[in-house]
């Protein structure tokens, strides 16, 4: 018998003891009560306004505005069309921007959609994050902009990046689809650099079932975000340049409404969570845990770890399908890597040399399931089956 054989065997022995009953998916979103959400529905119906800018989005965009410490801000109809806007809002629309490979294809095909070239830069090994020394060196006359992204909620290195912006005259945007709620050093992480896009799709933290927004930091950038994602519409006589439908409707802004009063609980109870996994994978070999950034206040929303095959006795991928036969769906966030993409693989920056930090965590990591409603002895289970199945190796 081969040895990958009796570790199936080995493996099935242990899912018939520890399977869970029902799938236990990386995320679920927690509802608003049905009760809550019609009523809501039902002002809707009696002002018969459905979507652009209606009172609930108004009544949103201030809400959430106030929750996040911010003062200007932007709701769209999801957080893609909400970063491909901001490119257009800062005039990026040819050259090349520095981005990273670690993330979702949101990041590269908005700048593929503005008719500009993704630029993969390295990622640090502790953060996940872009990595400041790996930036300069892919500076050149095209350049714009650096598009960071703060990678499960944790800082990219702001200080650094505003830096090495200002010193070559660049714009600095933010995919901050992880972010929401999280603050560093005491302002909202969202804030930084020259524009923040956030995410509210439903597998987010806060969700407004798909949406987004741009956080923005004056009144001027927020007047031309507001009229381009209405079609350039400044006035109804008045177009003022080629805009896009990015629209967050009436149903969104409810949904979200709901959601806002609950995110604080929601994030209590992610801590929990977080905290158990922590205690019992910490000491697992082969299971590396992020580090908390000591000048942060974390928001949760994934909780991913990095396995060292050698030491954990079984690869990253190789978990991930055991996992699946316990009923722990798990997700490898982000692989493959952007620069893998067949679009994107021909740029001279995806080549693996430049990229290995990346392409080591692509195969290293893997987000195992966080959500406010998890009970925690199901967390409890899932950390003991991630354990047994370091435990088999040394067997
Ligand atoms: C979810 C996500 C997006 C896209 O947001 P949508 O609201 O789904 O369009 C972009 N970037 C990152 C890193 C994301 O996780």
Redesign the pocket.
């Known amino acids: 018998m081969t040895d990958s054989t009796k570790r199936e065997q080995e493996i099935d022995a242990l899912v018939s003891e520890f399977r869970l009953p029902e799938t236990v998916y990386v995320t679920q979103p927690s509802l608003p009560s049905l009760d809550a959400y019609g009523d809501l529905l039902k002002g809707i119906w009696e002002r018969k306004w459905l979507t652009n800018g209606g009172v609930l989005h108004a009544e949103l965009e201030s809400e959430l505005a106030n929750y996040l410490d911010i003062e200007h801000l932007s709701l769209?109809c999801?957080?893609?069309?909400?970063?491909l806007v901001a490119l257009q809002a800062l005039r990026i629309t040819s050259g090349e921007v520095i981005t990273t490979p670690f993330?979702?294809?949101?990041?590269p095909h908005v700048l593929h959609w503005n008719r500009v070239t993704p630029v993969f830069a390295d990622i640090d090994p502790k953060t996940f994050n872009l990595d400041p020394a790996k930036i300069e060196r892919h500076i050149g006359s095209d350049t714009k902009a650096i598009l960071a992204?703060h990678?499960y909620g944790t800082p990219c290195d702001v200080d650094a990046i505003q830096a090495i912006a200002d010193r070559h005259g660049l714009h600095v945007i933010y995919?901050a689809?992880?972010a929401f709620g999280v603050k560093y050093k005491g302002r909202a992480l969202a804030d930084f650099g020259d524009i923040s896009?956030l995410?509210?799709?439903a597998?987010?933290l806060f969700t407004t079932i798909?949406?987004?927004a741009l956080v923005l930091h004056n009144e001027a950038q927020r007047k031309r975000v507001n009229s381009l994602k209405n079609f350039g519409i400044a006035d109804e006589e008045t177009v003022i340049g080629p805009g896009i439908n990015g629209k967050m409707n009436e149903f969104q802004a409810a949904f979200g409404l709901l959601q806002l009063k609950d995110v604080d609980n929601e994030i209590e109870r992610r801590r929990q969570i977080a905290g158990l996994y922590r205690e019992l994978l910490s000491g697992i070999p082969g299971v590396k845990l992020l580090i908390p950034n000591a000048h942060t206040r974390e928001n949760f929303a994934y909780f991913p770890i990095a396995i060292d095959s050698d030491r954990f006795g079984m690869s990253r991928d190789a978990l991930y399908l055991a996992l699946k036969k316990f009923n722990i769906h798990t997700r490898k966030?982000?692989y493959p890597l952007c620069s893998q993409y067949p679009c994107y693989a021909a740029l001279p920056s995806s080549r693996s040399a430049n990229l290995p930090v990346a392409e080591k965590a692509a195969r290293e990591i893997l987000c195992i399931p966080i959500y406010g409603s998890l009970d925690l002895n199901v967390a409890r289970h899932i950390a003991n089956v991630i354990r047994k199945c370091q435990e088999l190796s040394v067997s």
Do not use: Q, R
């Open positions: 769209f999801n957080g893609a069309i909400a970063l993330t979702f294809p949101a990041t992204v990678v995919d689809a992880h896009m995410s509210f799709h597998t987010k798909e949406g987004g966030y982000f």
